[in-house]
């Protein structure tokens, strides 16, 4: 039987350009190898503004959730559209879509070893030099982290 080196790719996507740009390509592959395609988007709610937009006081608790609900709106349309995009470009794909709460590159790590991943494939934003140190790069951190093997699109 064949069992093609990468028959299934995680592609972590969150709707940026490095992400849409690892996606194409970790759909191309996928298609190439005959294989499945898992797609992660994380939700870090660890990330919210304590200030209001016009700098005058803290946000209220409903004010907080509301910008949760926002967010996993906006992540949850950007999964379902790229999804439905793979999907009419390799219909005979195999998609599995992943929407899941947690710090990026600890979701992506667990979920390639929890799906026994063949190569995750992510992009970078190249924020290098300070904004780079000071905020951590996500795909810096699954390369460090995870055992399987990654591949990082610019």
């Not at 439905?84 to 879509?97: A, F, G, H, I, Q």
């Not at 799906?115 to 995750?120: F, G, K, N, P, Y």
Request: one cysteine or more; aromatic letters at 6%.
């Amino acid at each position: 039987m064949f069992d093609p080196m990468f028959s299934r790719i995680l592609v972590a996507y969150d709707g940026s350009e490095p992400s849409k740009r690892a996606l194409d390509l970790a759909a191309k592959t996928a298609a190439m190898f005959r294989g499945e395609l898992i797609i992660v988007t994380a939700i870090f709610r660890g990330a919210v503004p304590i200030f209001s937009e016009e700098g005058q006081g803290t946000l209220s608790t409903a004010d907080i959730q509301d910008y949760l609900d926002k967010m996993e709106n906006v992540y949850r349309s950007a999964l379902e559209s790229a999804v439905n995009e793979v999907r009419n470009r390799y219909p005979d794909l195999d998609v599995e879509p992943l929407l899941i709460d947690g710090r990026p590159s600890s979701v992506i790590v667990e979920e390639a070893e929890k799906r026994d991943a063949h190569l995750i494939i992510i992009g970078s934003r190249g924020l290098g030099g300070v904004t780079g140190w000071l905020l951590g790069s996500t795909s810096r951190k699954v390369v460090d982290q995870c055992t399987k093997p990654v591949l990082v699109v610019k």
